[in-house]
């Protein structure tokens, strides 16, 4: 069983940066950490995520402007999310997936004003 917790969210304004973090309570080295993100009314969507080997994958929405990283020495992933727009306001949720396990956050809110 693992546990992860989010943290980094906020408020922030057009243009602005956050650094979302998910820490894990055991070891992620063998997971594929995803962020994903669901904003009222919709679906959630994967975002971002990333291997063991560090290939990672973005949604077109989000190319340029964030970057998913991994330290498994700490197991905490992290999402850096720059140049924000409003339709970025989401919670965004971190995922630790591998078949047949999969684990999910409790989500972290942020909100991009315009």
């Known amino acids: 069983q693992v546990q992860l917790v989010e943290s980094g969210g906020g408020l922030v304004q057009a243009g602005g940066s956050l650094r979302l973090s998910c820490a894990a309570s055991?070891?992620?080295?063998?997971?594929?950490m995803g962020w994903y993100r669901q904003a009222p009314g919709k679906q959630r969507q994967l975002v971002a995520s990333?291997?063991?080997?560090?290939?990672?994958y973005y949604a077109d929405s989000v190319k340029g402007r964030f970057t998913i990283s991994r330290d498994n020495a700490k197991n905490t992933v992290y999402l850096q999310m720059n140049s924000l727009k409003p339709e970025d306001t989401a919670v965004y949720y971190c995922?630790?997936?591998?078949?047949?396990?999969?684990?999910w956050g409790q989500g972290t809110q942020v909100t991009v004003s315009s």
């Open positions: 995922n630790a997936y591998s078949p047949p396990r999969a684990y």
């Open positions: 055991g070891s992620l080295g063998i997971y594929v």
């Open positions: 990333i291997t063991a080997g560090r290939t990672t």
